[in-house]
T-cell receptor, first 114, second 114 residues
Framework: SQTIHQWPATLVQPVGSPLSLECTVEGTSNPNLYWYRQAAGRGLQLLFY??????ISSEVPQNLSASRPQDRQFILSSKKLLLSDSGFYLC?????????????FGPGTRLTVL | AQSVTQLDSQVPVFEEAPVELRCNYSSSVSVYLFWYVQYPNQGLQLLLKYLSGSTLVESINGFEAEFNKSQTSFHLRKPSVHISDTAEYFCAVRAPWGNTPLVFGKGTRLSVIA
């Protein structure tokens, strides 16, 4: 069966510090991968998605970036965090071969920027 | 392009009462429809989905949703809620082809009161 991992689970970082959040998927190959941010009361905001290694689509221009160095690894980064980057970050995967191409979500990372 | 409107940001309801969470979508093409549930500090879990066939779909924990094409709606219902149903519920839509991400509504927070 497929599983998705995210780490760390929680993170407290000062403004201006760098960020690296990691997401890995097991039990599938060539998944579509997604990064979402969930800020309080604002629903889910799609940040990036990837349909293959090195292929990244950015949905919202900001100081975040994403990379996919391996087939089942998706990394969210920032060189300098802002207060507004605080939120709950969710990684998800989907498989075009599955009926509906539904998305499966990881447990999330709670980021607090102080 | 598709869009989703969840009209109610918060729905309080007493335990064992019925509930309906509303979802309307906009699309110029046919769609797949999904409901996800998010318990506090967790990722999203798929509750149910409509791909084709019967317009009434059910989940294993007593929720159901009905696809209404003429009203472009996919409302979620449960005849009798439990305290454990307290969570945030997201409606989502996507076109039935291609490799595009799900489009989510802003979510409805269901609070079940004892």
């Amino acid at each position: 069966s497929q599983t998705i991992h995210q780490w760390p689970a929680t993170l407290v970082q000062p403004v201006g510090s760098p960020l690296s959040l990691e997401c890995t998927v097991e039990g599938t190959s060539n998944p579509n991968l997604y990064w979402y941010r969930q800020a309080a009361g604002r629903g889910l905001q799609l940040l990036f998605y990837s349909v293959g290694i090195g292929q990244i689509s950015s949905e919202v221009p900001q100081n975040l970036s994403a990379s996919r160095p391996q087939d089942r690894q998706f990394i969210l980064s920032s060189k300098k965090l802002l207060l507004s980057d605080s939120g709950f970050y969710l990684c998800a995967w989907s498989d075009l071969g599955q009926a509906g191409n539904e998305q499966f979500f990881g447990p999330g990372t709670r980021l607090t920027v102080l | 392009a598709q869009s989703v409107t969840q009209l109610d940001s918060q729905v309080p309801v007493f335990e064992e009462a019925p509930v309906e969470l509303r979802c309307n979508y906009s699309s110029s093409v046919s769609v797949y429809l999904f409901w996800y549930v998010q318990y506090p500090n967790q990722g999203l879990q798929l509750l149910l989905k409509y791909l084709s066939g019967s317009t009434l779909v059910e989940s294993i924990n007593g929720f159901e949703a009905e696809f209404n094409k003429s009203q472009t709606s996919f409302h979620l219902r449960k005849p009798s809620v439990h305290i454990s149903d307290t969570a945030e519920y997201f409606c989502a839509v996507r076109a039935p082809w291609g490799n595009t991400p799900l489009v989510f509504g802003k979510g409805t927070r269901l609070s079940v009161i004892a």
